[in-house]
Each structure stands twice: as structure tokens, then as C-alpha cells.
């Protein structure tokens, strides 16, 4: 499966962004999504993850209650909607899919990366 992540950009803190996700080559509904991040000179980070159905999600401690996954299976794209954004938030957003059911926290378990949108938070 391809993914192409978009929707980044510069905003002041307390904006919000949503970030889109589009994916093809594959049946998207047999895959569960990912959103991981990652800001300069820090590692790769778990943002938010749901599973090929949609119904179960999670959120990591940073971002719980600013930060909402969901997906579209009929246009095959997953959404962040971040509301409140922080200028720790700043990073490189990308989205990344795991074939069956479960999402993941950890970045191994999934198999295809997209290429990474750019969010920059001015304080």
C-alpha cells in the first residue's frame, strides 16, 4: 500500500490542523493506521493509532484530548484532527499502515511509511 500524508503547515499555538492520509494499492479496510511524529533530533514518536474497523483507537499521554485519528474507508484516508496545538507538537507527521486488525505503538510493526508532512507550531 501507498500513503500520502498532506495537510501540514505553520500555525500559531492553539490552532488546530487536520492531517489527511490517503492510501492506495491495497484493500485500505484490511489495514490498521498509524500516526507517528518526529521532532528534530528526537526519535520517532507514537501519536495515534485505529484499527481496520475504526472503532478501537488510542492516543499517546502528549496529545490525549487535543489529538483525534479517524478514517474514511470510502476515500481510503485517515485524518489527525489536532486541536490546540502546542509548539512541542513541531515535527514531521507520518502516517503508516499495518496489515490486520490492531494498531501498534511501536514503529516496527508497521510496513509502510508515508512520506511525512511538516507541522511547525510558532509559540
Known amino acids: 500500500v501507498q500513503l500520502q500524508a498532506s495537510g501540514g503547515g505553520l500555525v500559531q499555538a492553539g490552532a488546530s490542523l487536520r492531517l489527511s492520509c490517503a492510501a492506495s494499492?491495497?484493500?485500505?479496510?484490511?489495514?490498521?493506521m498509524g500516526w507517528f511524529r518526529q521532532a528534530p533530533g528526537k526519535e520517532r514518536e507514537f501519536v495515534a493509532g485505529?484499527?481496520?474497523?475504526?472503532?478501537?483507537?488510542s492516543s499517546a499521554d502528549s496529545v490525549r484530548g487535543r489529538f483525534t485519528i479517524s478514517r474514511d474507508d470510502a476515500k481510503n484516508t485517515v485524518y489527525l484532527q489536532m486541536n490546540s496545538l502546542k509548539p512541542e507538537d513541531t515535527a514531521v507527521y507520518y502516517c503508516?499502515?499495518?496489515?490486520?486488525?490492531?494498531?501498534?505503538?511501536?514503529?516496527?510493526?508497521?510496513?509502510?511509511w508515508g512520506t511525512g508532512t511538516l507541522v511547525t507550531v510558532s509559540s
Open positions: 485505529i484499527n481496520w474497523s475504526g472503532a478501537n483507537t
Open positions: 503508516a499502515a499495518r496489515f490486520g486488525d490492531n494498531w501498534y505503538q511501536e514503529s516496527y510493526q508497521y510496513g509502510y
Open positions: 494499492g491495497r484493500t485500505f479496510s484490511h489495514y490498521a
